[in-house]
């Protein structure tokens, strides 16, 4: 089974930047998609951002222009660039692997943002 390892969670100031990275267990030929969902206390998980298999991107409205998706030329990794953070980030971040019917999702990493 996939096995999905996300890092670079943490805290930080608003107006700081974070560095998300997800590395799969396993090389993946074939997935539709890669990305990243957030979920916060209290409310449902939500779309950050996702990658598909030919590259096409997807943001939520509210991290348009300040977050950047990508993955590594073996498309192993996944990683989410979050600049300008503000408080309304601060939620659990968790990778997800969509391939076939089959959804994949990494254990979650905590980003806060607080001064």
């Known amino acids: 089974q996939v096995q999905l390892v996300e890092s670079g969670g943490g805290l930080v100031q608003p107006g700081g930047s974070l560095r998300l990275s997800c590395a799969a267990s396993?090389?993946?030929?074939?997935?539709?998609?890669m990305g990243w969902y957030r979920q916060a206390p209290g409310k449902q998980r939500e779309l950050v951002a996702d990658?598909?298999?030919?590259?096409?991107?997807n943001y939520a409205d509210s991290v348009k222009d300040r977050f950047t998706i990508s993955r590594d030329s073996t498309q192993n990794t996944v990683y989410l660039q979050m600049n300008s953070l503000k408080p309304e980030d601060t939620a659990v971040y968790y990778c997800?692997?969509?391939?076939?019917?089959?959804?994949?999702w990494g254990q979650g990493t905590q980003v806060t943002v607080s001064s």
């Open positions: 997800n692997l969509r391939m076939g019917l089959y959804s994949y």
């Open positions: 396993i090389r993946i030929f074939t997935f539709n998609a």
């Open positions: 990658i598909t298999r030919a590259g096409t991107i």
